[in-house]
T-cell receptor
C-alpha cells in the first residue's frame, strides 16, 4: 500500500521568497505523483504531475517539483511567492493500477505575508 | 465547460435522516470517486466507480452507499447520518483511474453538518 507524508502542516513565507513544500511517499510500484492546490471554498485543482517522463516537472502558476527516487521525495517549489499562492496544497500518489486510486497527504497550508 | 458538479453545496441535517449528495460530470469519464476531507487527515476515499454498475469500497466506506446507474452521475447516499460524518465531501472524475497518470477533476465540495 502506498502512503504520503507532507512535512509541515503550515508553511509561512514572505512575498517574493522561495516556496518549498515537502512531500515524501512510499509505494511498492513506480509511482504516479500529483500536487493539487485548494483555494479557500473551492475544490482541488491539479498543479502538476509526475508520470516518469521527466524527473523535473513544471506546473501551472510557476510551480515545479522534482522526483527523487533515492529519497522517495517529490517536493514542490516556486522561486518567488505571490500573495495569490496562499492556499492548501496536497501531495498525492497513485497505486499504479489501471483503475488506481489516489492516496493524499494531510495537506500543507501556505501563508504568504506582504 | 468541462466540470464536475455537486449538490447541495452546504447541508445541515440531523442524526438518522437519510440524505443524498449528487455528483455529475460532463466529460464522459469512466472513473468517479468520492472523498471526505477532514482537518489534518487530507482526503480519504470513500467509494469509487470504474464504470456504470461497477463500484468498490475505498478506505472509509462505513456508513455510505453509492450507485452508478448512468455514466455521468455518481450519488453518495447516507442512509442514517451520524455526527462523525460531519465533513467536507468531494466528488472527482477522471478518464480512467489515476494508475495511468490521469488527472482527477474535482467538484466544488459539499459541506455537511450532522447534528
Amino acid at each position: 500500500a502506498q502512503s504520503v507524508t507532507q512535512l509541515g502542516s503550515h508553511v509561512s513565507v514572505s512575498e517574493g521568497a522561495l516556496v518549498l513544500l515537502r512531500c515524501n511517499y512510499s509505494s511498492s510500484v513506480p509511482p504516479y505523483l500529483f500536487w493539487y492546490v485548494q483555494y479557500p471554498n473551492q475544490g482541488l485543482q491539479l498543479l502538476l504531475k509526475y508520470t516518469s517522463a521527466a524527473t523535473l516537472v513544471k506546473g501551472i502558476n510557476g510551480f515545479e517539483a522534482e522526483f527523487k527516487k533515492s529519497e522517495t521525495s517529490f517536493h514542490l517549489t516556486k522561486p518567488s511567492a505571490h500573495m495569490s499562492d496562499a492556499a492548501e496544497y496536497f501531495c498525492a500518489v497513485s497505486d499504479g493500477t489501471s483503475y488506481g486510486k489516489l492516496t493524499f497527504g494531510q495537506g500543507t497550508i501556505l501563508t504568504v505575508h506582504p | 465547460e468541462a466540470q464536475v458538479t455537486q449538490n447541495p453545496r452546504y447541508l445541515i441535517t440531523v442524526t438518522g435522516k437519510k440524505l443524498t449528495v449528487t455528483c455529475s460530470q460532463n466529460m464522459n469519464h469512466e472513473y468517479m470517486s468520492w472523498y471526505r476531507q477532514d482537518p489534518g487527515l487530507g482526503l480519504r476515499q470513500i467509494y469509487y466507480s470504474m464504470n456504470v454498475e461497477v463500484t468498490d469500497k475505498g478506505d472509509v466506506p462505513e456508513g455510505y452507499k453509492v450507485s452508478r446507474k448512468e455514466k455521468r452521475n455518481f450519488p453518495l447516499i447516507l442512509e442514517s447520518p451520524s455526527p462523525n460524518q460531519t465533513s467536507l465531501y468531494f466528488c472527482a472524475s477522471s478518464l480512467r483511474g489515476t494508475g495511468e497518470g490521469n488527472e482527477q477533476f474535482f467538484g466544488p465540495g459539499t459541506r455537511l453538518t450532522v447534528l
